[in-house]
């Protein structure tokens, strides 16, 4: 059902995934959030570390030589619109259980290395690892089991949609959720390169790392 093309995609993302789980039972164990706090730094190691094994694997990763600036700044423009949904979607009916967060604070004082840990894998590896997954690899898979040989510009409806309300729910604020799924999927479909959701994925993480510093809504991390 999965060959090696299908693992390269979904190993990353399932790492990831894996630490989530692994974070919720220690808690539920009765582990201390304090003692957790570096247990992001390992999950984003093992990330890139899987990827950069499997690096050899992801064609969809080559530089498009042809592109434009505009579809650059389609893509920026997509990932400010998206923060600002993000931190806009917030209504009770517009949440899907409980967000830990995160709080890179110890005593208030600010662990400056757990924020640049988070900053670096929230704009650059996240945006590689869950493009990869979500829009290369499943909206592809839905459409068609050979993926690869799929134009993304000719994916179909039923795997769009699948695609951005299975994106929802992986998150809390489910419909900001499902507001970025649908324009990730349009910017993959309407450039052809996944180097533009990345961007924008990256853009939007980017201005919501700052945004959190600064405002202190460690709940959106």
Known sequence: MFDRASFCRIAPFGAYVFFMVLEDVLLKLGWEENDLRMLYAVKIAVVVGLLWVM?????????????????????????????????NLTAGWMVMGEAIGFDPRDNNEMDWFLVTVRLIGAVL?????????????????????????????????????????????????????????????????????????????????????????????????
């Open 125 to 221: 590896v996240v945006p590689v690892m869950e493009e990869l997954f979500w829009r290369s690899f499943l909206m592809r898979w839905l459409d068609h089991p050979d993926f690869l040989a799929v134009n993304p510009a000719q994916v179909g409806l039923k795997a769009f949609c699948i695609t951005a309300v299975l994106f929802a729910v992986a998150h809390s604020l489910w419909l900001a959720g499902l507001f970025a799924g649908i324009v990730y999927n349009l910017l993959y479909m309407r450039s052809g390169t996944l180097w533009s959701p990345i961007l924008a994925h990256a853009t939007t993480n980017g201005i919501l790392g700052i945004w959190i510093i600064y405002t202190g809504n460690w709940g959106f991390w």
């Open 55 to 87: 690096r050899s694997a992801y064609s969809e990763l080559r530089w498009p030589v042809n592109s434009g600036f505009r579809i650059w700044a389609t893509a920026i423009a997509a990932g400010i619109l998206v923060f600002v949904a993000w931190i």
